[in-house]
C-alpha cells in the first residue's frame, strides 16, 4: 500500500509535515484509546500499518533503513495472572473476545471473591456496560484493596481524559492533567506486563 | 425517543449544511416514494445520521438533484437521489417508528395511547412493505422491544441492563455489511443506541417521576427527588463512554464523504445534547421553532 496515503500526505510534503500527520495519526489509533474495546485488534492493525508508513517514508528520504517510530506494544488487556485455573480460562475467553463464555463461566463460579468481581467488570466493560462494570470494579477493590490491577481498572474507567484526546463534555484545567498524565503512566506500566 | 443526533450548525460550513439538509430531504422523498406521504412523519435526525453514515460508506456517492416537496412546494430544494444506504434508512425509519407506536400503545394511556393507535392504522400497509423488505430486522426490533419492555416491568435498577435491548436493536440497523466494516458500524450504532437510551432516560425524569413510571435513571442511584443534580457527574461519565466509544469505532471506519459533517455530530453535537439534557436546558424542538430545518 502506498506509505503516503496512509499518512494522507504527498511525496512533496516537508518531512516536518509528515512528522506532524503520523503523530496526529498515532494518537487517535493509540492502544490506550482502544483499552478493553472489542474493536482493539482492528485499531492495532491500523497504528501498524500507519508505522510502517512512517518509517517506509522516512527510510525513503533520509536512505536509511528504518526504525523512526515509535512501535508501541499492545499489552494484553487482562494483564494479571489467576492463581485459580478457571480465572484463567476466563481471562482467556475475554482476551478471545469470547464473552458470552466467559459471563457464563463467571456465572457458575460457586465463590464471589474479588477476582470474580473484577472480571466480571472486564466482561462488562467490554459490552459497553460501563457503569456495572464500574460497580464490579469497585466492589472487587473493596474486597481487596491492596490489588493493584483492580485498582487501575477502576483509575482507567473512572478517568474521563486520555481516550484518543476525545473529551467532549471538560474543559481542563491545568491540575487536572497532572492527575490524567500520572493515571496515565500507571496504567501503561500495568499493561507492560502483559499476560 | 428521536432527535437528539443533530449537528451543531454554528460549526459546519456552509456547503456542509447545504449537504446535511440534502441529505434529510433525500432520505424523505426516499420514505415517501418507497411508503407514502404519512410515513414522512418518521423521518427524524437521526435517522439522517444513520444515512449519512451509510452513504459514507457506499463506493459511488448518489447524485444530488432538485426537487419540491410538501413543506417546500414552490422552490425546488437540494435532495440526494435514493441508493441502496437512503434506501435502507427509509425502511429502518419506518420500521422503527412503527414500533416505537406500538410500544406506546402498550405502555402508555389517554390521549398519547389514542393518537398512536390511530398512527398505527393509517401506517399499517407500509409497515408490512417495510416487512417483506427487512424481514430480520423487523423480528429483531419486536424481539428487542419485547425484551425492553420487559426490563421496564421488572422495574430493573441498572442503567445499562435497561438500555442494552434498545442499543441492540439499533444495532442491528446495519445492512448486510461484509467482515470489518459489519463490526465496526454494530459495535458504534451499539453505543448510539445505549446513549439515547439513557439520554432520553434522563430527560424524562420529571414526567417518570410524576406519572409513576419506570426510569433507570432513578432507580439505579435511589433518587429521593426528580432531579439529576446529585449524580451529573456520574451520568456524565457514563455517558462520555459511550460517546468515546462511538468515536474510537468510527475511527476505523473508511468514510468516504462527509467525514467532517460526521465528526461535528458525534464530537460536538452529541455532548452538546449531553451537556443540555444534564443541565436541565435542552429544548427537543432545538430552540425557538426549529424543528424541521435544523
Same mark, same amino acid.
Given at each position: ?195 | ?143 428487542? &422491544? =419485547? #425484551? !425492553? ?9 441498572? $442503567? @445499562?441492563?435497561? *438500555? +442494552? ?19 465496526? &458500524? =454494530? #459495535? !458504534? ?9 439513557? $439520554? @432520553?432516560?434522563? *430527560? +424524562? ?22 432531579? !439529576? ?38 464530537? !460536538? ?26
Amino acid at each position: 500500500m502506498d506509505p503516503y496515503k496512509v499518512l494522507g500526505v504527498t511525496p512533496e510534503t516537508s518531512d516536518d509535515d509528515v512528522k506532524r500527520a503520523y503523530r496526529e495519526l498515532a494518537r487517535k489509533y493509540h492502544p490506550d484509546n482502544y483499552v478493553n474495546n472489542p474493536l482493539a485488534d482492528l485499531a492495532e492493525a491500523r497504528m501498524k500499518e500507519i508505522n510502517e508508513a512512517y518509517d517506509q517514508i522516512m527510510s525513503q528520504r533520509s536512505g536509511r533503513a528504518g526504525g523512526a517510530s515509535q512501535q508501541q506494544g499492545y499489552g494484553g488487556a487482562q494483564g494479571g495472572a489467576s492463581a485459580n485455573p478457571i480465572y484463567s480460562q476466563i481471562r482467556a475467553a475475554i482476551n478471545a473476545g469470547n464473552l458470552a463464555m466467559a459471563e457464563e463461566m463467571l456465572q457458575r463460579c460457586p465463590q464471589r471473591d474479588a477476582e470474580w468481581y473484577f472480571l466480571m467488570g472486564s466482561v462488562y466493560y467490554r459490552k459497553g456496560w460501563f457503569d456495572e462494570a464500574g460497580r464490579a470494579y469497585e466492589q472487587a477493590c473493596q474486597m481487596d484493596a491492596s490489588n493493584a490491577e483492580y485498582r487501575n481498572a477502576l483509575n482507567m474507567l473512572n478517568m474521563s481524559g486520555g481516550y484518543g484526546g476525545y473529551r467532549p463534555m471538560a474543559t481542563m484545567s491545568a491540575c487536572d492533567c497532572c492527575t490524567q498524565l500520572m493515571c496515565l503512566s500507571c496504567c501503561c506500566n500495568c499493561c507492560g506486563n502483559g499476560c | 425517543m428521536f432527535g437528539f443526533i443533530r449537528p451543531v450548525k454554528s460549526e459546519l460550513r456552509v456547503r456542509e449544511v447545504e449537504r446535511f439538509q440534502s441529505v434529510y430531504c433525500g432520505l424523505c422523498h426516499a420514505i415517501r416514494r418507497r411508503y407514502g406521504r404519512v410515513h414522512t412523519l418518521s423521518l427524524s435526525y437521526d435517522m439522517t445520521f444513520l444515512t449519512l453514515l451509510l452513504e459514507g460508506l457506499q463506493p459511488e456517492g448518489a447524485d444530488t438533484g432538485r426537487r419540491r416537496c410538501d413543506a417546500s412546494p414552490v422552490r425546488p430544494k437540494n435532495v440526494l437521489c435514493e441508493d441502496a444506504a437512503v434506501a435502507f434508512a427509509a425502511d429502518v425509519s419506518v420500521l422503527l417508528t412503527y414500533h416505537k407506536l406500538q410500544d406506546t400503545i402498550a405502555d402508555d394511556r389517554g390521549l398519547k395511547r389514542l393518537a398512536a393507535r390511530l398512527l398505527c392504522l393509517l401506517s399499517r400497509r407500509g409497515y408490512r412493505r417495510a416487512c417483506e423488505k427487512q424481514p430480520a430486522l423487523d423480528r429483531t426490533m419486536a424481539a428487542c &422491544l =419485547q #425484551e !425492553l419492555s420487559a426490563v421496564e416491568k421488572a422495574g430493573t435498577p441498572s $442503567i @445499562d441492563r435497561a *438500555a +442494552d435491548p434498545f442499543a441492540r436493536l439499533l444495532a442491528a440497523c446495519v445492512p448486510g455489511l461484509e467482515g470489518d466494516t459489519g463490526r465496526i &458500524l =454494530q #459495535e !458504534l450504532l451499539y453505543h448510539v443506541g445505549r446513549w439515547i437510551y439513557l $439520554i @432520553d432516560a434522563c *430527560a +424524562d425524569l420529571q414526567d417518570d417521576w410524576e406519572s409513576g413510571g419506570y426510569n433507570p435513571v432513578a432507580l439505579r442511584y435511589g433518587l429521593t427527588a426528580p432531579s !439529576l443534580e446529585p449524580v451529573k457527574g456520574a451520568l456524565e461519565l457514563t455517558l462520555e463512554k459511550s460517546l468515546a466509544a462511538i468515536y474510537a469505532a468510527f475511527l476505523l471506519l473508511d468514510v468516504r464523504r462527509d467525514q467532517e459533517i460526521l465528526e461535528n455530530i458525534i464530537c !460536538l453535537g452529541l455532548p452538546a445534547v449531553t451537556r443540555q439534557v444534564l443541565d436541565g436546558t435542552y429544548q427537543s424542538n432545538g430552540g425557538r421553532n426549529r424543528h424541521g430545518s435544523l
